[in-house]
């Protein structure tokens, strides 16, 4: 742990003490920081922070969403806000958060979990778009369940299979960093040259396409289980020290025996139930999938799985990134998804009927669609389209 900046740790230590941010320099695999990223290439960088990805992770005064600071005693509705955590039971206030999750489409409230030193998810979260509390029953130690996704350079540093409480994490740094997309940066930092770091934009579409599946994926993990002893929702290096690396990793192989990913492991199949598991009624099994052979997603974090299915993928046509742009290129500005499609159909297809939203993210809210299904007959349901508003004027 020598490698971690000890500032850093000192600076963390009462938000996260049961694992480790930074770094104030390369970690020992070579990451450095977005900050690091910003000195050379100040555009994508600006364009970057403007996105959800560097927003994911907040403090509470930088992220709680108006609608929550002012509504956390009770809803509009009368439905009461948050008012503990979810593995201890212990009452908790809106002064005792220490991170916010998410804001476009919801938002949920961790605190300190002091049996871990870790965080603790409250009982509920906030629905952006119908402005209202709803309950959330997550529990688990973030940083042992979502952490991996929700920030870049994630690694485990300890692990003990009998003892999973005891494990310790650390990441470089919160949020999808660009480290996360392109992989560690200290090489290309010393050296200036691009082959020293992974470019999407220059890989084949199946590789561009597998960094984002890598977090924009439904899985059950039962190599590695959370501090609570479940199995995890997300999947960690499977060498203890070591973090993801885009372009050199290929997560789909790491451990695939102790893994459930439908639609990924060729042994599980989308077009199959899982009961009993975080995969139940995870996809649509009903005779539109049957016909077209495409199952669109009942739940989020499906996206890779429905875009694997699809022609747009099996032909070599598009990868993730040739429709979302993660920050802005050569001066261009961000691309805009849904124009993208009109570039190569016209107006052939009409967007919202391909892609309907149809995997539930909170209660009536739903993600879009990726298996670009043209004879698609969801209507799909609402989705989240205003930029959030924030409880502490910036």
Known sequence: MGWIAVAAVAALGAVTAGCVTGPSGPTADGFVGSDAC?????????????????????????????????????DPKGTAGPTKGNIDGQAYKLEDVQLVVGSLWKQRYLVKNPATGNLQFMDKQWNSVHKQWENYGQKNDWETQCATCHATGYRLLSYDPANPAAQKVAMSEHNTGCEACHGPGAKHVQSGKGADLFNPGKASKEQASLVCGYCHVRKE????????????????????????????????????????????????????NYPNTDLN????????????????????HEEYQEFIQSSHYKKNVLSCSDCHSPHAVAGKALSDPKATCEGCHGKKYDVSKIMPGTGSTAANLFVATHTFNPNQARKGGPRATSAPEYFYKK
């Not at 290439?41 to 002012?70: F, N, P, S, V």
């Not at 009624?281 to 989020?300: P, V």
Request: include cysteine; charged fraction near 30%; aromatic fraction near 12%.
């Open 221 to 272: 993990n039962y190599s590695f289980k959370t501090a609570q002893d479940h199995p995890r929702e997300d999947q960690p290096h499977p060498v203890v020290g070591q973090t993801f690396k885009a372009g050199q990793d290929d997560w789909r192989k790491w451990y695939p025996d102790k893994m459930l990913i439908p639609g990924v492991n060729p042994a599980q199949p989308v077009s199959k």
């Open 281 to 300: 009624n995870a996809f649509w099994l009903d005779e539109q999938a049957q016909k077209s052979g495409l199952h669109d997603a009942r739940k989020h």
């Open 38 to 74: 910003q000195k050379c290439h100040q555009a994508e960088y600006r364009t970057w922070k403007d996105t959800y990805h560097a927003k994911m992770i907040r403090t509470l005064k930088d992220g709680l969403l108006k609608g929550a600071g002012e509504n956390w005693a009770k």
